[in-house]
């Protein structure tokens, strides 16, 4: 039960639940200890967002708190789909100034989600704010993420940002960040009007890979999209904006 202090016997496994997965776990349990209950449940380890930032699975400095309690402080989301369209894996990127992280909203039993499950009463949106975000930090599919256990690990969510008077006066195509990359990436672009956006990434050869937005209505503002690269090879890479009568090309470098 919650509060008791344990005692596991059983083999620690860091390979493959998956082709995708590769998580540090307990396995073969072959006996369980309840040495005292009803103990004080551990604090949260407050980090920065840029302590776990986008790095890959290995790098001991992010490792080390895989699966442990875990808070960030003062949290601006800043892509509510860290995988960008068409896809949507339930994962939002946030930030406290020191760098982006992942935060996966499907799992837990909340009612936090980024339009992955709909079913859910509060749809969390680019731009929103929390003065807290807590939860376990696990890895999946190449990323780790915060994953919120229950409602009471979102605290202070601010929706109310009063953008008036605050809209782009011209289209933009910017830099991505970080540049180079590995795999993640994002792009920003701003939007004085609302557009039809077309966003495709090609290979040095003008070859298509990937298309991140394709023909979709875009309302006026400044937007950002999240690209990972995590099935491509080293290379320099073309990412072409197209939104109404504006075309913009920029050259970005994946460094695996």
């Known amino acids: 039960a919650k509060g008791d202090d344990v005692s596991i016997t059983g083999y620690i496994w860091d390979g493959p639940i998956s082709p995708t997965f590769n998580v540090t776990r307990i396995d073969s349990v072959s006996g369980l200890t309840i040495n005292s209950q009803n103990n004080p449940l551990p604090d949260f380890k407050v980090l920065s967002t ?3 930032g986008l790095a890959g699975n290995g790098d001991p400095t992010k490792e080390q708190w895989e699966s442990v309690l875990i808070k960030y402080l ?6 509510e789909n860290a995988d960008g369209p068409p896809s949507n894996f339930g994962e939002m990127l946030v ?10 909203l499907e799992d837990g039993f909340h009612s936090y989600h980024n339009l992955s499950d ?3 009463a509060n749809y969390i949106q680019t731009g929103n704010a929390f ?3 807590g939860g376990l930090l696990y890895y999946s599919f190449g990323n780790y993420k915060l994953v919120p256990r229950n409602d009471n690990d979102f605290v202070g969510w601010v929706t109310d ?3 008036e008077n605050q ?6 195509l910017f830099q991505n960040h970080p540049n180079p990359f590995n795999p993640s990436t994002i792009i920003n672009y701003n939007l004085p009007v609302q557009a039809n956006v077309t966003l495709k990434i090609f290979n040095i050869l003008g070859q298509e890979v990937k298309t991140l937005l394709n023909n979709e209505i875009v309302p006026a503002g400044e937007h950002q999209v999240s690209f990972n690269a995590s099935g491509l090879p080293t290379g320099i890479y073309i990412y072409n904006l197209q939104a109404n009568d504006f075309v913009q090309s920029k050259k970005m470098i994946l460094l695996k």
């Open 167 to 172: 809209l782009p006066e011209e289209f933009g």
């Open 131 to 133: 003065d807290e975000l």
């Open 74 to 79: 003062n949290v601006t989301v800043t892509d």
């Open 50 to 52: 840029g302590d776990i």
């Open 118 to 120: 709909p079913t859910r």
């Open 95 to 104: 930030d406290d100034n020191s760098g982006e992280t992942r935060v996966e």
């Open 161 to 163: 940002v009063n953008e």
